[in-house]
């Protein structure tokens, strides 16, 4: 689902409703109502990495352990979720404690490398990129 808070509505492919529809969804009250809006083009997703595939060669962002994130073009994948991207962009997220005030201080560290193999057993989730603003 995605969410737009202007509108407080949702657009959707839901799990419950045939796939080659769009749903718009809006909350109303307690209830929701829930309208076909348009056809959406026809997509075959059987299991999950079929959605990993929907992403060859479009930008992905990659969450994974240690507080790594990565955003960059999926080239290819497997079926442990190891992964070749291209354009990558890590960023590490350090915490430090200030001694004076014992705050948490969070530090953002990034990198650009042109090709990168990402090992499945570090990733937590994929998706497409989170842009600022949305």
Request: charged letters at 25%.
């Amino acid at each position: 689902f995605f969410f737009n808070p202007a509108s407080a509505s949702l657009r959707a492919s839901c799990l419950d409703f045939p796939f080659n529809y769009l749903y718009t969804v809006q909350l109303v009250g307690i209830g929701i109502i829930m309208e076909e809006t348009e056809p959406a083009p026809t997509v075959t997703v059987k299991e999950p990495l079929d959605l990993i595939r929907l992403s060859l060669d479009e930008r992905i962002y990659v969450k994974m352990r240690n507080e790594r994130e990565l955003r960059g073009r999926l080239h290819a994948y497997d079926q442990h979720l190891n992964m070749v991207l291209g354009e990558a962009e890590e960023t590490v997220t350090t915490i430090e404690i200030d001694e004076e005030t014992y705050e948490e201080l969070y530090k953002k560290t990034k990198r650009n490398i042109p090709m990168l193999f990402v090992r499945g057993d570090g990733v937590i989730l994929v998706s497409p990129p989170i842009r600022a603003g949305v």
